[in-house]
């Protein structure tokens, strides 16, 4: 426990607490507004939909919100030091390395996937993705005030990737990764000689005893024909998910294109947590092994 | 009868200097009101009127405006902090030593401008959390929205270079662990998927451009302070510029449109 309280207290710790109790607070304060105004026939936005004078109305609600950012970041910056450790010494590897905060979904990410998926693939998809949801989501509904009803899979979309991909993954890098960075619980000594026996295997390998490598230490074509079959399989999920429903007048209005895109991303997204659980249950590594790359 | 001090006021504001400056009277009038929004280039980014909806702080969680102020903050204090910082591996360090034992208010500066960068990737986060939860990237607003995925690039790598120019293991490592990642890209890196295939080594691969070297060292500490300190911040500042124009021409904040009944 006192262990649990230093590391939630380290300085450059905070603002990972403060980020865990903020995003908390505000998706059950905004799924609260939305609930609310999905019971009743006039959003509380359009009951407010009057005009008002910027001068005083809004300027006074930014200078007393500016005044409190100002006092709470003059205080903290009273309370607490910026930390400065020893002097960069390239010779000398701590352990654990981490990632600044920010990136820590992705460094462990790293953990499931080779750096070029987990360190460029991922985060250039979450950039074209996240500039792509204004062109993809083509619901009307939903523009300017909260609502849970009439966006459903947006919402929980999003949700998923921000709350459990992205803010989750940060506070588990950041509290329960130790050194070697093997799980650690947060009120447990950070035991830098703890080994963890992994003896990982390829899907292929797993679930029908196909070997990656061949006796001369080649690669096994069958097994590559396994994997692709396996990644294109989860891919055309979405093909065939448009067959079954393009009929309907969502997927009419959103058209081929973009519905490409919808599902390329979203079975991409939801693939991250599938590979996890296969590592973590089945101590599973690669689905697809090739010269050039692996997945 | 007037007291002294009004009858100076008085005279004060029939002067050709004060009527310069400032160009209405502080009568509590609706067009008094209006003038001290349009009269004023900062106050002027706000439109004279807008919806009673959009000045509850439940509705935008006031995050954007917080960011932006933030950013201010981390220029101030970023400015002051280059008086006393030199970007060569020979001195940062003791530079940053210097900061905190000797330097007046050295360190409430430094803990200022770390904390309000942290605190600004918190915001910029929530708020497109907040952007995202009202709808308010769809028509007329879907390019604003994509000018904001760029901000939130920018402040994380605002972030990240200002992470390494304190020099000390914490920042070194951190980048490094980071930085690696750019071996894997694919073309590009010398271990990424067809990366030597295309003849990319480490010696001229693109984590080679980025670091200006083989491993996270001096030169590295050069560009990133460059990066930090000049060319991400004038981006952000242009990409700002356009995001609040923008909120303007679009219509100011989203709300519900009334006139059709879709709400
Ligand atoms: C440096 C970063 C940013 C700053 C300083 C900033 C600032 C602001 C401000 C002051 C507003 C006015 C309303 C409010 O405060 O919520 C706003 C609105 C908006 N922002 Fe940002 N923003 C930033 C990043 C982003 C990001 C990351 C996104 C989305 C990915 C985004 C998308 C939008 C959109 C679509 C609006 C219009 C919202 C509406 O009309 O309701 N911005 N921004």
């Not at chain 2, 995050?63 to 981390?74: A, D, E, P, Q």
């Not at chain 2, 905190?100 to 401008?113: E, I, Q, S, Y």
Request: hydrophobic residues 50%; proline residues 6%.
């Amino acid at each position: 426990m006192e262990h649990l309280l230093k590391i939630m207290t380290k300085p450059d710790n905070i603002p990972i607490v403060l980020m865990l109790g903020l995003t908390i607070f505000y998706t059950w304060f905004a799924a609260r507004k939305g609930l609310k105004n999905d019971r009743q026939e006039v959003s509380e936005e359009a009951k407010q939909a009057d005009k008002v004078q910027v001068w005083p109305y809004l300027v006074k609600v930014e200078f007393l919100g500016a005044l409190l950012v100002m006092a709470i970041l003059t205080f903290w910056s009273f309370g607490i030091d910026a930390p400065l450790e020893q002097s960069a010494n390239p010779t000398l590897t701590p352990n654990p390395s981490k990632a600044p905060w920010y990136f820590l979904g992705l460094q462990e990410m790293l953990v499931y996937f080779d750096p070029w998926i987990a360190g460029v693939l991922v985060p250039s998809l979450i950039v074209f993705g996240l500039c792509a949801i204004p062109y993809i989501d083509i619901n009307p509904k939903g523009n300017g005030y909260y609502t849970f009803k009439e966006r459903k899979f947006a919402i929980l979309t999003f949700e998923f990737g921000f709350l459990l991909l992205w803010v989750s993954l940060i506070v588990l890098g950041t509290f329960f990764r130790g050194p070697g960075w093997n799980i650690f619980m947060p009120w447990e000594y950070w035991d830098t000689h703890r080994v963890v026996a992994l003896v990982n295997v390829d899907f292929s390998q797993f679930f029908f005893g196909v070997p990656t490598r061949l006796v001369d230490d080649t690669l096994n074509p069958m097994a590559m024909l396994i994997g692709s079959f396996i990644v294109l399989g989860w891919y055309s999920l979405g093909v065939a998910y448009y067959i079954w429903k393009r009929g309907t007048p969502v997927i009419r209005k959103l058209g081929s294109l973009r519905y490409s895109i919808v599902a390329f991303l979203f079975l991409t997204m939801m693939a991250l947590p599938i590979k996890v659980i296969l590592r973590i249950a089945l101590n599973i590594k690669y689905i697809l092994v090739t010269p050039w790359f692996n997945i | 009868m007037l007291g002294i001090v009004e009858q100076l006021r008085d005279k004060m504001q029939r002067t050709e200097v004060y009527k310069s400056i400032f160009r209405h009277s502080y009568q509590d009038t609706q067009r008094n009101r209006a003038l001290q929004i349009l009269d004023n280039v900062f106050l002027h980014l706000h439109p004279v009127r807008i919806s009673r909806h959009a000045t509850n702080i439940g509705f935008t969680w006031g995050m954007g405006g917080i960011t932006f102020l933030l950013f201010i903050i981390l220029t101030v204090t970023g400015v002051i902090l280059m008086f006393y910082y030199r970007p060569a591996a020979e001195y940062a360090y003791d530079d940053m030593k210097y900061l905190m034992n000797d330097v007046a208010f050295g360190p409430l500066m430094r803990n200022m401008h770390r904390w309000a960068a942290h605190a600004m990737v918190i915001t910029v986060m929530l708020h497109m959390f907040r952007v995202f939860l009202t709808g308010s990237y769809k028509a007329p607003r879907q390019f604003n929205w994509v000018i904001g995925v760029f901000l939130l690039t920018l402040t994380l790598f605002l972030s990240f270079t200002g992470y390494l120019l304190p020099w000390d293991q914490l920042a070194i490592w951190a980048v490094t662990v980071g930085t690696n990642m750019a071996r894997a890209t694919p073309f590009l890196g010398s271990e990424g998927p067809f990366g030597p295939e295309l003849g990319m080594r480490i010696d001229n691969d693109v984590r080679f451009v980025l670091l200006g070297g083989t491993q996270v060292g001096p030169p590295t500490l050069l560009r990133f302070y460059v990066l930090h300190c000049i060319f991400l911040p004038l981006i952000a500042a242009v990409l700002m510029t356009v995001h609040f124009w923008r909120i303007r021409k679009d219509g100011g904040i989203s709300g519900p449109d009334v006139s059709t009944k879709k709400f």
